[in-house]
């Protein structure tokens, strides 16, 4: 069984930063790819950022030069560093891994969700 977890929210004033973490673990035969998306309220989930097994990454526009997405060291393991936080920006973020099990297909695994507020 795969699990996904993320931490790292709160609460943060305007124009400060955050660092979102994920972890994958379980019983993981590849994992080819890892990123965000956040809900605010009222509002439709929407892709934040992407990286792929090799490292390319892609970001929504609205979070470009503010947001960067990595992969941590240790395997199944990444990291959403949030810049210049604006109100706007708050939300539930949730990750997502794309993983093969051992034995099965691939595909998309998600997190329960981390709260992101911006406020002052």
């Known amino acids: 069984q795969v699990q996904v977890v993320e931490s790292g929210g709160g609460l943060v004033q305007p124009g400060g930063s955050l660092r979102l973490s994920c972890a994958a673990s379980?019983?993981?035969?590849?994992?080819?790819?890892m990123g965000w998306y956040r809900q605010a309220p009222g509002k439709q989930r929407e892709l934040v950022a992407t990286?792929?097994?090799?490292?390319?990454?892609n970001y929504a526009d609205a979070v470009k030069g503010r947001f960067t997405i990595s992969k941590g060291n240790a395997k199944n393991t990444g990291y959403l560093q949030m810049n210049s936080l604006k109100a706007e920006d708050t939300a539930v973020y949730y990750c997502?891994?794309?993983?093969?099990?051992?034995?099965?297909?691939?595909?998309?695994?998600w997190g329960q969700g981390t709260q992101v507020t911006v406020s002052s």
């Open positions: 997502y891994a794309n993983i093969q099990p051992m034995g099965l297909m691939s595909r998309a695994y």
């Open positions: 379980g019983s993981i035969f590849s994992n080819n790819a």
């Open positions: 990286i792929t097994g090799a490292g390319s990454t």
